[in-house]
């Protein structure tokens, strides 16, 4: 099933975000060194917060995906004390699934973070992968430097036990290609962005925020943010 990503990875429907035509046109290092905060969606909307890069939802084409408009992914609420975050929902997909993710206008550095973090609370499907995406395993038409087995980023399994808020962390040495795709060094000189994947057969409906990258993740996994709901 992953197979079938490939290079095909955005041909079902995509919205992305307003952004230079020039980072999605070339092949884009900035050599800068990433800021910790990836995104907290606090000035409302779907650029990053340098307002080079933006957020996209993307999916196989078989079944439906919300937001349709990009606009719609920055929704009212989210962690506090902010007052907005990423949302998108999806179900009925029979192929790869769907995506949702953000991509900096030119590919940066992570050197000197060892993981990244986020908040991120689910209705419904409670699987999903973080992928980090890195220019060698971005197809060119994206911006990236693969012109062959592309979209085959650097990936890990996460799971929410139920529906309260989590925070996931991810360290980058727990992320690996599936293999599906040309293999490639993980190059933490040139990360264009970060992906959550919401593969095919379950519905999804989540809400993210607070993506930041860190230099203190000893451990990947996601752990609650609230107590649990107790019996009355
Ligand atoms: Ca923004
Ligand atoms: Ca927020």
Redesign the pocket.
Known sequence: MRRMIGCSLFSGVLALAAMPDRALAQNLTCSERAQRIID???DGDTTTPDGTGGWYVGNDGTGTQEPSAIADLVVAG??EP????GQTSGEDFTEWGAVAGVVFGCAKSVDGFDGLRFAIQSATSNVFDLKLITLATQSEENGGDCTEGCNDHFAVPLALADTRWFQCSVRFEDLAQQCFGAPVELDRDAVRGVEFFFPAGAAFDVTF??LTFENDVAQTGCVALEPQLQCE
């Open positions: 907290d969606f606090e989210g962690r902010g007052d907005f975050a925020d607070d």
